[in-house]
């Protein structure tokens, strides 16, 4: 929603600005499809020269997420929590063997199906199931689980982050590509050098409007789309860093309750559950669960 605002006082403004100061709009509109045909086109050039098919797609994705917002809501940290807490509590109570057909085969687990919309993150369900999966094979070290998520976390953040990367690549492109625009302009305008000014002056203007494109996309939209995108991802990877902290906790020799209460801290502030509302959560949950 406030992306959609922003854009709205960013057009609204910037060429209000102009209009009310005398500005001739004909002239921009004029230049405006040809100069967006070779800054976009370049744009969009440079962009699949520089990036892998993944990361062009994701980025798509990627911007529709721009609006959308970061997927994890404040109930999905609560079922995550949940789920780590029944996972974590069978291990402790009914032992390694208890755990075995829910870590082999999630699909059919009375515990995962439980949190369907955790079960649809194939990334968090894996991370889950082969992190248990070391601890039940008497992996005691702590230290070495705790080496081994960090690995798969940072791989995982480091593919998950890179269509913010291309998009930012590209915003720092755009200017440059307005000016290329800018000087065809000025190269058509010098073979014209005999006509009159008022002729020149308009394909001057023209030209000089392939400049204004590439800055005002580059820093009005496509740069501020790539950070957004970039602070969405980085919210949403603490979802996995919760992950991390229950069964790194867990294995440390804490109980259930214990490690889902500092897996909760790990939970952004604008989603975190109270200690109230987690308690409720857990107490909600069926005893044949």
Same mark, same amino acid.
Not at 112 to 141: G, Q, Y
Not at 186 to 202: D, N, Q, R, S, Y
């Given at each position: 929603?406030?992306?959609?605002?922003?854009?709205?006082?960013?057009?609204?403004?910037?060429?209000?600005?102009?209009?009310?100061?005398?500005?001739?709009?004909?002239?921009?509109?004029?230049?405006?499809?040809?100069?967006?045909?070779?800054?976009?086109?370049?744009?969009?050039?440079?962009?699949?020269?520089?990036?892998?098919?993944?990361?062009?797609?994701? *980025?798509?994705?990627?911007?529709?997420?721009?609006?959308?917002?970061?997927?994890?809501?404040?109930? /999905?940290? =609560?079922?995550?929590?949940?789920?780590?807490?029944?996972? #974590?509590?069978?291990?402790?109570?009914?032992?390694?063997?208890?755990?075995?057909?829910?870590?082999?085969?999630?699909? $059919? *687990?009375?515990?995962?199906?439980?949190?369907?919309?955790? #079960?649809? /993150?194939?990334?968090?369900? $894996?991370?889950?199931?082969?992190?248990? =999966?070391?601890?039940?094979?008497?992996?005691?070290?702590?230290?070495?689980?705790? /080496?081994?998520?960090?690995?798969?976390?940072?791989?995982?953040?480091?593919?998950?982050?890179?269509?913010?990367?291309?998009?930012?690549?590209?915003?720092?492109?755009?200017?440059?590509?307005?000016?290329?625009?800018?000087?065809?302009?000025?190269?058509? #305008?010098?073979?014209?050098?005999?006509?009159?000014?008022?002729?020149?002056?308009?394909?001057?203007?023209?030209?000089?409007?392939?400049?204004?494109?590439?800055?005002?996309?580059?820093?009005?939209?496509?740069?501020?789309?790539? #950070? =957004?995108?970039?602070?969405?991802?980085?919210?949403?990877?603490?979802?996995? =860093?919760?992950?991390?902290?229950?069964?790194?906790?867990?294995?440390?020799?804490?109980?259930?309750?214990?490690?889902?209460?500092?897996?909760?801290?790990?939970?952004?502030?604008?989603?975190?559950?109270?200690?109230?509302?987690?308690?409720?959560?857990?107490?909600?949950?069926?005893?044949?669960?």
């Amino acid at each position: 929603m406030f992306q959609i605002i922003g854009i709205v006082l960013l057009f609204g403004l910037v060429f209000g600005s102009y209009i009310m100061s005398g500005g001739n709009m004909g002239v921009i509109l004029h230049a405006a499809p040809h100069e967006m045909m070779a800054i976009g086109g370049a744009g969009v050039a440079s962009f699949l020269i520089s990036n892998s098919m993944t990361v062009v797609k994701a *980025s798509g994705s990627g911007l529709a997420k721009v609006f959308a917002g970061p997927k994890w809501k404040a109930s /999905d940290y =609560r079922d995550l929590l949940s789920l780590l807490f029944l996972l #974590t509590k069978t291990m402790k109570s009914k032992g390694v063997i208890a755990l075995e057909s829910h870590i082999e085969n999630p699909k $059919d *687990s009375s515990i995962f199906s439980r949190f369907p919309k955790v #079960t649809k /993150d194939h990334f968090a369900v $894996d991370f889950i199931c082969d992190t248990l =999966r070391m601890m039940t094979m008497n992996l005691e070290d702590p230290h070495q689980v705790e /080496d081994a998520m960090e690995k798969q976390l940072e791989k995982h953040h480091h593919e998950s982050i890179a269509p913010a990367g291309a998009l930012q690549s590209l915003a720092d492109a755009l200017p440059a590509l307005g000016i290329v625009a800018a000087v065809l302009g000025v190269i058509k #305008t010098m073979g014209a050098i005999t006509e009159p000014p008022e002729i020149l002056g308009e394909m001057i203007g023209g030209a000089l409007v392939g400049t204004f494109l590439g800055v005002f996309l580059a820093y009005g939209l496509v740069g501020p789309f790539a #950070t =957004r995108l970039k602070e969405i991802i980085e919210e949403e990877a603490s979802y996995y =860093r919760i992950i991390q902290s229950v069964l790194v906790a867990h294995l440390h020799g804490n109980a259930a309750q214990i490690s889902v209460e500092i897996g909760r801290g790990s939970v952004p502030s604008g989603a975190q559950p109270s200690f109230l509302e987690l308690e409720e959560a857990l107490s909600a949950i069926p005893n044949e669960a």
